[in-house]
């Protein structure tokens, strides 16, 4: 729902009053974060040193999917980001790169047109067809191969490929080595799978046993995924968020809630990330730009 004048003043004190961490808190505690949120006035006053979007699941060239980039257009024109995590899922439904006009290159063309780069991973649909070797060709998803890292500000992110047919071996030893060399202060890995979950799926337990040690022992902030087709987000599990974001174009599923979950919706949109020196403050937003969630993830 809107929020209503008092409300919003109230909120806007809130921010004011205790900080985002306080709020986030508050909202908590007063289960209130499923109304729409104001965009705090730090957003106007603080500038974060890097700001991402993270979407993912989304190439359908459906409606929704249109409507997700629309929104995520209209927000870059007031609060500019450099680069898209797109977790995954970036063609439906086989993976058919004859496809990327309409579901990618069409409905993300203003964004785009200003250089915005798009960091893409491979999901399960994408493979279908020729194991996503045209994919991992295509420019424009930037991906150094199945699995790589790049660092934007200070940040250092890890795509991984969390398919069944993965070079999993190989892979999990070039993610410890590069985790445990580099020396940006924020870690984000993303992939297309989720390791905790409360959607259709439920939890991967061989993924919770083969990463979360390494995101422990070498401190991952954040994990961002899609698959499922929702949006969720952990608490903190041994120092680590985990982020769902399978709601930014494919048809929406239900979604519960778990010991572990600060707040999960069926809910199109996207989701923005901005990075402070001691804290990330993560806004979902719908595809009219409201906020129906916003979190803090501690360094």
């Known amino acids: 729902m809107r929020l209503k004048r008092r409300e919003f003043l109230i909120l806007t004190g809130l921010v004011s009053g205790l900080g985002l961490v306080g709020l986030e808190r508050w909202l908590t505690t007063h289960q209130i974060s499923d109304?729409?949120?104001?965009?705090?006035?730090?957003?106007?006053?603080?500038?974060?040193?890097?700001?991402?979007?993270?979407?993912?699941?989304?190439?359908?060239?459906?409606?929704?999917?249109?409507?997700?980039?629309?929104?995520?257009?209209?927000?870059?024109?007031?609060?500019?980001?450099?680069?898209?995590?797109?977790?995954?899922?970036?063609?439906?439904?086989?993976?058919?790169?004859?496809?990327?006009?309409?579901?990618?290159?069409q409905p993300?063309?203003?964004?785009?047109?200003?250089?915005?780069?798009?960091?893409?991973?491979?999901?399960?649909?994408?493979i279908r067809t020729k194991n996503g070797e045209a994919q991992l060709q295509y420019p424009d998803f930037n991906m150094r191969g199945r699995y790589y890292t790049f660092r934007q500000g200070p940040v250092q992110f890890f795509a991984l490929d969390t398919n069944s047919n993965a070079s999993w071996q190989a892979q999990l030893t070039w993610l410890e080595q590069e985790l445990r060399q580099t020396k940006a202060p924020w870690k984000v890995v993303f992939g297309h799978h989720p390791l905790y979950s409360s959607g259709r799926y439920g939890s991967n337990s061989a993924l919770i046993n083969?990463?979360?040690?390494?995101?422990k022992q070498h401190q991952v902030q954040l994990y961002i995924n899609g698959h499922e087709h929702d949006y969720e987000r952990t608490q903190a599990i041994d120092g680590t968020t985990y982020l769902i974001v399978g709601n930014a174009g494919a048809s929406l599923r239900s979604v519960g809630r778990s010991d572990w979950t600060k707040y999960a919706a069926s809910r199109h949109g996207f989701t923005v990330v901005e990075v402070y020196p001691d804290f990330m403050e993560i806004t979902a937003v719908d595809p009219d730009n409201q906020p129906f969630d916003r979190g803090i993830v501690s360094l």
């Open 108 to 126: 993300y063309q203003a964004l785009l047109q200003q250089q915005v780069k798009f960091h893409a991973c491979l999901g399960n649909h994408d």
């Open 35 to 105: 109304v729409a949120i104001p965009f705090p006035a730090s957003r106007a006053t603080t500038k974060p040193l890097l700001r991402f979007v993270a979407i993912a699941d989304t190439g359908t060239g459906g409606s929704a999917q249109y409507a997700v980039a629309a929104a995520m257009t209209r927000f870059h024109q007031q609060h500019p980001f450099p680069m898209v995590v797109l977790a995954g899922d970036n063609i439906y439904t086989n993976g058919e790169i004859e496809k990327i006009k309409a579901v990618f290159e």
């Open 210 to 215: 083969t990463l979360t040690p390494l995101f």
